[in-house]
């Protein structure tokens, strides 16, 4: 089993130490598309897989979730958090187990939702329908200084609900002089790099799993479409994200970083665990 770069008590000593209000943030990722931003004494958790709930629902089927990367941190531990993001309903993306000590931890955390997926995320956290911030493509909202907009993903199709909402969403975060795109699980579908590029992102945050019917499940970007998005939207730097979590749904990052350098797109590889930080007096480059 791939052993994170840091986790458990290091990986909170390294977040506790580097809480500086310096007007620049941190990135850590937490394995899958799970990311904890840190900036300017806010943290904020996107799309947060903390525990082996698939491993173990999954255990005696024909499915097996097999975890390859060790867990990087008990989320009960996370009693910092000041808003936390689902994407999509997806266990990988809206954890029970994840999220529900999360939120038992941090009793005024926000949660930031697909407006279309209320009543399921509410009933699957067992919380109340109105704790949840709801974002459909095209809105926005602005919370402790972070402004949230919501860009549709296509999982592996744009789907709504009966009122047209949208099922998958991508995040738009923008704070301070930064700005960065987590798209939850996607493919590109047409228009979604013109939606994008307005908003100059800093740094995309994007899954390079890519899909294979024989999964039987949605897929997403392969790497090296996760690196001509990147490249086409003009992003100052792209993090891969979305493997080397389940053995039947994963993907080596060779061909993301083949792509990136061929296009000269910058990028950077973590490792579960792992910090990539930036502030201004930091260019970002590969």
Known sequence: MIRPFQSHDELLADIRASDQNDGGFRLWWLGQSGFLLQWQGIHVLLDPYLSDSLTTKYSQTDKPHVRMTELVIDPARLGFVDIVTSTHNHTDHLDAETLCPILSANPRTMLVIAEGNRSFVADRLKIDAGRAIGLDDGTSVEISGIRFSGVASAHEGLDRDERGRVKYLGYVLRFGSWTIYHSGDTIRYEGMAEKLRPFKIHVALLPINGRAPERRV???????????????????????????????NTASPDEFIDCCRTLEQPFQLLRCGQQWRNSPDIVIRT
């Open 218 to 248: 949605p897929g997403n970007l392969f790497g090296h479409e996760a690196a001509h998005l990147a490249k086409d939207i003009q992003a100052k730097l792209v993090i891969p994200c979305h493997f080397e979590m389940f053995e039947f």
